[in-house]
């Protein structure tokens, strides 16, 4: 199921359609009646599959659809549970053929007319489900303000409607949306319609959270607003499949749309790039993942490796390597995934179709309600070896560090509120006066974790930033008005102690520690 909305178009209100096929939860008998089946439900087959299969069909636990795409994933995990899904012999560089460099393509022609046609073929989608619990927050994480204001979906939106005007296209905005995220984004976007965008939202799958011990899905029954702890949405690589049932997938082929941009909504520096898109029309590249160069603060994500007997380019997820295995691949690989991709509509249509897109998945423990689960995932830039593996053409390209500005913290959050950046029409665009390219490293203790105490602790706004390399703030530090800070500071305020940054002050190659606190007199 999709939905649309445009101040010009008559696309159903999205708030007004029901998320999730739910059942009646409305009295303590029926949830009465779903804990007993759990409870009675005695496993009657030697497989785990067989057994998952059954408690999924017995207990009505997801509707056919979604079961079959949670049935691939669970049996991916049993499959990898005594055969490992990575074998370290079998990992190598990945191949150069499909190795670019932004720098070294051509530009995009400056023809109006094939701007325009360019344009005309693409899709811009953000991955949305998330919400900003690492900051603290209890909302989507795309409405956290990030600049002036504005939010990460209020930066996309102008992004889109530059595009628009500039060169007089209609690129559709598409929000993908977990069952987290999906009824408050519905009401948020009513305030774009009368922006000069299309925006379509889509729901990705939400599947059960399965118990540790038994491997048997925890919840009694189907999705309820009261059950919703024992369910999650299944990563970012769901996100084909569901482009494809929702029937968003084909409704963007038959508009004429060819190729889909596809990255994180709290990337900022995720954008429309003509050169890029150029370099994937003309070379009919069918899937291109951009890449940057890893650094040490490259903890979460992917690298991108060649693999197999026969080598294909894969992207390995430091999560799915064990600890003995894991610095070395650090060391030897050194292309980290952005997740910003540019897929073919109708090669992903193709894939699907066939079933031909399995994704590796990793694994996740949470402890919910005191019972250890695991969840299951799949990642968007998995699919790259499911393009390459079935004769389509994949691409790698190398980006500057300013096409990957993720904020996954309040330290991001430090680094792109600062003087480092302004912004144009949607975009961040760093300052002229800053003396190089490379970004500062921003370390923020724990006391800066939430949003609401990082307001607090800098409630003037960042400092200047402009020729900082490094930053390490810890323990209970507040800063001051028209603070600068140059080279390497550290401030650490150890426990017990107060440290207040006076206005004014210059900080250059500095370490401050111990007690410093400025009182009204």
Not at 170 to 188: R, Y
């Amino acid at each position: 199921m999709w939905y649309s909305g445009r101040a010009t178009a008559s696309g159903a209100d999205p708030v007004d359609q029901p998320p999730l096929r739910r059942r009646n939860t409305g009295s303590k008998q029926t949830a009465g009646l779903a804990l007993d089946s759990l409870l009675h439900f005695r496993p009657t087959h030697t497989s785990v599959e067989d057994n998952m299969r059954e408690a999924l069909h017995m207990l009505d636990i997801l509707p056919p659809d979604q079961r079959k795409g949670f049935m691939q994933l669970f049996s991916a995990h049993c499959q990898t549970r005594s055969c490992p899904a990575i074998v370290p012999a079998k990992v190598q560089h990945p191949p150069p053929e499909m190795l670019i460099n932004l720098e070294d393509i051509p530009e995009c022609p400056g023809d109006q007319a094939l701007r325009h046609e360019l344009l005309d073929k693409v899709v811009i989608l953000k991955l949305n489900g998330g919400l900003g619990t690492s900051m603290g927050c209890k909302f989507p994480k795309s409405a956290i303000e990030v600049r002036s204001d504005l939010s990460f979906l209020d930066l996309t939106v102008r992004q889109v409607e530059y595009l628009n005007s500039m060169y007089g296209v209609d690129v559709p905005l598409v929000l993908m949306n977990s069952f987290k995220t999906h009824e408050t984004t519905a009401k948020i976007i009513r305030k774009y319609r009368m922006h000069n965008l299309t925006i379509h939202t889509f729901m990705q799958s939400c599947y059960p959270r399965v118990i540790k011990d038994t491997l048997q899905p925890m919840p009694a029954g189907s999705f309820s607003q009261e059950s919703q702890e024992e369910w999650y949405p299944p990563g970012h690589g769901d996100v084909y499949q569901t482009l494809y049932s929702s029937g968003l997938l084909e409704n963007l082929i038959n508009q004429g749309k060819e190729y889909v941009f596809i990255s994180n909504v709290d990337n900022l520096g995720a954008t429309i790039d003509l050169r890029l898109l150029y370099h994937v029309v003309d070379s009919e590249a069918d899937f291109a993942l951009e890449v940057v160069q890893s650094t040490r603060a490259d903890n979460e994500g992917g690298l991108l490796v060649g693999y197999g007997d026969v080598v294909k380019p894969k992207l390995l997820e430091l999560s799915q390597l064990s600890k003995d295995v894991l610095d070395d691949f650090k060391k030897r690989f050194n292309l980290f995934n952005t997740n910003n991709i540019w897929a073919n509509l109708r090669a992903i249509q193709r894939l699907v179709a066939k079933d031909e897109l399995h994704l590796d998945v990793a694994v996740h423990e949470r402890v919910v309600s005191g019972t250890r689960t695991i969840q299951l995932e799949t990642f968007a830039g998995g699919a790259m070896w499911c393009f390459a593996a079935h004769g389509h053409k994949v691409l790698a390209c190398t980006v500057p560090r300013s096409r990957y500005l993720p904020v996954k913290s309040t330290s991001d959050l430090f680094l792109v509120q600062s003087n480092l950046y302004s912004i144009k029409h949607g975009n961040l665009v760093m300052s002229p006066e800053r003396p190089f390219r490379m970004t500062p490293l921003i370390k923020l203790g724990q006391e800066f974790s939430h949003v609401e105490d990082f307001l607090v602790r800098i409630p003037h706004g960042v400092p200047n930033i402009i020729e900082l390399d490094h930053l390490t703030v810890a323990g209970d530090v507040t800063f001051g008005t028209n603070i600068t800070l140059k080279g390497t500071v550290i401030i650490v305020a150890n426990e017990g102690s107060i440290i207040m940054i006076p206005d004014g002050t210059v900080l250059k190659d500095k370490v401050v520690t111990g007690n410093l606190r400025i009182l009204d007199h």
